[in-house]
T-cell receptor, first 115, second 113 residues
Framework: GAVVSQHPSRVICKSGTSVKIECRSL??????MFWYRQFPKQSLMLMAT?????????EQGVEKDKFLINHASLTLSTLTVTSAHPEDSSFYIC???????????FGPGTRLTVT | GQSLEQPSEVTAVEGAIVQINCTYQ??????LSWYQQHDGGAPTFLSY????GLEETGRFSSFLSRSDSYGYLLLQELQMKDSASYFC??????????????FGQGTTLQVKP
């Protein structure tokens, strides 16, 4: 099946700093990528939809200036958490779809801890 | 908007059959999907129903009834490795078939020996 990678898998940063998370589709071209956050024992909350070469579409309540998304190519999307605070600590997961497919392929996730 | 309801926890024994229900309120969707997520891992796709009826994939089957706003995931011959969280999800018509998914709250399945 299709493979999506995420980097880094874990990151610890200090309050006020920014963190970039990369999401790559390794063996297919992802026309659309999605970014989720997940708190322990909870569901996946969609943050934004990212299309190659265009601005991301953010879900209601998600600050676009805080969570910067760039989808520079058909295989790479990045999420930058700017001016991170402890409440941003979470599990961030990306996913990607292939054109015309309904299945989403998920990355392994990034555990962000802000101290 | 969309909302999907699932039981929070289900417990079953090895070898048994378990059904995880998903009831939804939605303004319209392309299909109902099911994903499995082991603790700390990535969700993985299990099944998809675009039309009413039963879809079978090995030990897993999924059912959809749009008239009843209801679906379920059926797991047969349960194995210990099936202990995980299971999420139903819909891709809303309003998303323009981008593949966007809205997830239910998830059901934690615990399989006991």
């Amino acid at each position: 099946g299709a493979v999506v990678s995420q980097h880094p898998s874990r990151v610890i940063c200090k309050s006020g700093t920014s963190v970039k998370i990369e999401c790559r589709s390794l063996d297919f071209q992802a026309t659309t990528m999605f970014w989720y956050r997940q708190f322990p024992k909870q569901s996946l909350m969609l943050m934004a939809t990212s299309n190659e070469g265009s601005k991301a579409t953010y879900e209601q309540g998600v600050e676009k200036d805080k969570f910067l998304i760039n989808h520079a190519s058909l295989t790479l999307s990045t999420l930058t958490v700017t001016s991170a605070h402890p409440e941003d600590s979470s599990f961030y997961i990306c996913s990607a779809t292939d054109r015309g497919k309904y299945e989403q392929y998920f990355g392994p996730g990034t555990r962000l801890t802000v101290t | 908007g969309q909302s999907l309801e699932q039981p929070s926890e289900v417990t079953a024994v090895e070898g048994a059959i378990v059904q995880i229900n998903c009831t939804y309120q939605t303004s319209g969707f392309y299909g109902l999907s099911w994903y499995q997520q082991h603790d700390g891992g990535a969700p993985t796709f299990l099944s998809y129903n675009a039309l009413d009826g039963l879809e079978e994939t090995g030990r897993f089957s999924s059912f959809l009834s749009r008239s009843d706003s209801y679906g379920y995931l059926l797991l047969q011959e349960l194995q210990m490795k099936d202990s995980a969280s299971y999420f139903c999800a819909v891709n809303p018509l309003a998303s323009g078939n981008t593949g966007k998914l809205i997830f239910g709250q998830g059901t934690t399945l615990q399989v006991k020996p």
